[in-house]
Structures are given as structure tokens and as C-alpha cells.
């Protein structure tokens, strides 16, 4: 199959996107809003990131789906880099993984290789 079918590299730009932002705003929310809620008793930051985290984890869950119908995953698999996004640090483990499949499937067909940091 060509991994370049049906979109899978913009599909994969728009998934490390949200999984790069989710996994910052995750972690904004545990290490730094939820202990200036309890610490500082400020609810402000909680809410506007957990917010945030919570309605752009709907979007990453919509990229990881699409992404993972196009490259044909499994169940297990899929749902798996979906809940990434709900463990801090863990999306961007799972976004590192799927970039090195994506660019060796790429490497291997002679695509052209979407940009990577």
C-alpha cells in the first residue's frame, strides 16, 4: 500500500500538531495549574488550561483516528495513541514512535518525507 494514499502525510502533520500541543497543555495542567490551585488557592489557571486541554483533546482524538484509519492500525493500537493524550509526558513518547513509522514507511516507498523538528 502507498503510505502517501489518501492523505497520510497531512493526516500526520495534523496529528503531531495535536498531539505536541495537547501534551503541553497536560502538562501545563498537572505540574503547574493544579498546584497553584491547591497551593496558591487559585483556580484561575486550572480552568482556562483544563479548558483548553479538554476541548483540544477532542481534536487530537479526531487526528489520531484519522491518521490511524489511514494507516490501517489495529484496535489496540489506535486506542492506545488516543489514550496518550490523557497521560503526561506519554503523547509525546507516542507522536516520537509514529514519527520514525511514518518517516521509514515514507523512506521506504521514496516519498517525500513531511518536515520534521
Same mark, same amino acid.
Given at each position: 500500500?502507498?503510505?502517501?494514499?489518501?492523505?497520510?502525510?497531512?493526516?500526520?502533520?495534523? *496529528?503531531? $500538531?495535536?498531539?505536541? $500541543?495537547?501534551?503541553?497543555?497536560? @502538562?501545563?495542567?498537572?505540574?503547574? /495549574?493544579?498546584?497553584?490551585? *491547591?497551593?496558591?488557592? +487559585?483556580?484561575?489557571?486550572?480552568?482556562?488550561?483544563?479548558?483548553?486541554?479538554?476541548?483540544?483533546?477532542?481534536? *487530537?482524538? $479526531?487526528?489520531?483516528? %484519522?491518521?490511524?484509519?489511514?494507516?490501517?492500525? +489495529?484496535?489496540?493500537?489506535? #486506542?492506545?495513541?488516543?489514550?496518550?493524550?490523557? @497521560?503526561?509526558?506519554?503523547?509525546?513518547?507516542?507522536? +516520537?514512535?509514529?514519527?520514525?513509522?511514518?518517516?521509514?514507511?515514507? %523512506?521506504?516507498? #521514496? /516519498?517525500?518525507?513531511?518536515?520534521?523538528?
Amino acid at each position: 500500500m502507498n503510505v502517501l494514499a489518501g492523505g497520510t502525510t497531512g493526516a500526520f502533520a495534523r *496529528y503531531r $500538531v495535536m498531539a505536541l $500541543v495537547t501534551g503541553t497543555l497536560l @502538562v501545563l495542567l498537572v505540574f503547574v /495549574a493544579i498546584p497553584i490551585k *491547591y497551593i496558591g488557592h +487559585n483556580e484561575g489557571p486550572v480552568a482556562v488550561i483544563g479548558t483548553a486541554h479538554g476541548f483540544l483533546f477532542m481534536v *487530537y482524538l $479526531v487526528t489520531a483516528l %484519522d491518521l490511524g484509519i489511514r494507516r490501517r492500525w +489495529n484496535l489496540i493500537k489506535l #486506542g492506545l495513541i488516543m489514550i496518550a493524550g490523557t @497521560v503526561p509526558f506519554a503523547s509525546f513518547f507516542a507522536e +516520537n514512535k509514529i514519527r520514525h513509522e511514518v518517516t521509514a514507511a515514507l %523512506d521506504s516507498t #521514496g /516519498a517525500r518525507r513531511p518536515a520534521t523538528t
